[in-house]
């Protein structure tokens, strides 16, 4: 699987982006997504996922009410991370990652995810 994520930029606080990653090589519906960031001196963490079929998606507390994480597997195989309220705490490079069907249980840790897009950049403003 090879992702492609972009969408990040420059925006001001309570400003909104949409992160996209476009997904090739295999079979995208079989996959589990998510949506990962790092910020400069940090660990990487969980932001958001969702189920191979897109009925099931998961948050990290932090972007819960704010971010919204829906895919297209009909045509256009890709995760979308619509980003809303936007505060200077979520500056970060942003990865997608991918997973076959993983455990519920499992899907907000970085060690379940086989394949990792190349990240995009944002940057908020206060």
């Known amino acids: 699987v090879q992702l492609q994520a972009s969408g990040g930029g420059l925006v001001q606080a309570g400003g909104s982006l949409r992160l996209s990653c476009a997904a090739s090589g295999r079979t995208f519906r079989d996959w589990d997504m998510g949506w990962f960031r790092q910020a400069p001196g940090k660990e990487r963490e969980f932001v958001a996922c969702i189920r191979w079929s897109g009925g099931t998606s998961l948050y990290a507390d932090s972007v819960k009410g704010r971010f919204t994480i829906s895919r297209n597997n009909a045509n256009k195989n890709t995760v979308y991370l619509q980003m809303n309220s936007l505060k200077p705490d979520d500056t970060a490079i942003y990865y997608c990652?991918?997973?076959?069907?993983?455990?519920?249980?499992?899907?907000?840790?970085?060690?379940?995810?086989?394949?990792w897009g190349q990240g995009t950049q944002v940057t908020v403003s206060s």
């Open positions: 990652a991918a997973t076959p069907r993983m455990a519920y249980s499992a899907l907000a840790l970085t060690s379940s995810y086989n394949y």
